[in-house]
């Protein structure tokens, strides 16, 4: 009968402490100020210079920049320790010079509109971008120096000296 008085309370413990565990996941995963802010900070459209500025090579010194950063996994999660990766979206204004510099030093090809190599455009950066951007993208541009185990990939009209770029944890 003992045995069984035993087993109850460690049934009744087990129990208690699976239940706190859940309580507390899920209280540690939906942390609402941290979801706000999250929230808040990837709708923010940024103008700061790009940095470090080699994750971009060959912008040279732009006119202007809008960018915006996006997290792909749940940085709000307390459950699961450790960085967060993340996306990047720009849209660089060129200075002509650079634009023609850029366009001459890689092998360009065009990216058909419609296509599913066409980028997709954030919401709040489309309005930086002209409806009628032809985007010209190199394969050897988002291959050259320096590497990492970042990816980047680059969309250029040189006819607008315009840019699109598209980098993760960068």
């Known amino acids: 009968m003992a ?10 413990l087990i129990g208690g402490v699976v239940a706190a565990v859940i309580v507390a996941t899920v209280m540690a995963t939906s942390d609402p100020r941290c979801a706000d802010q999250l929230k808040a900070g990837e709708a923010k459209v940024r103008t700061s210079r790009w940095e470090p500025a080699g994750e971009l ?5 732009y006119v202007e920049i809008h960018w915006q ?5 749940n ?5 699961v320790p450790g960085p967060t990766d993340r996306t990047y979206q720009g849209v660089v204004r060129l200075r002509p010079e650079d634009a023609r ?24 950066l489309a309005k930086f971008v002209p409806g ?29 000296a315009l840019a699109l770029f598209d ?3 960068a």
């Open 132 to 160: 009628d951007v032809r985007w010209l993208h190199s394969d050897a541009y988002d291959q050259a120096p320096p590497q990492s185990e970042d990816s980047r990939r680059l969309y250029l009209d040189p006819d607008r």
């Open 101 to 124: 510099s850029l366009a001459a030093r890689y092998d360009w090809r065009p990216v058909a509109a419609a296509s599913e190599s066409e980028p997709q455009v954030w919401p709040a």
């Open 69 to 73: 950063v996006r997290a792909l996994g």
């Open 57 to 61: 090579p060959g912008l040279g010194r």
């Open 3 to 12: 045995r069984l008085g035993w087993a109850v309370v460690a049934v009744g």
């Open 167 to 169: 980098l993760t944890n």
């Open 75 to 79: 940085p709000c999660s307390r459950s």
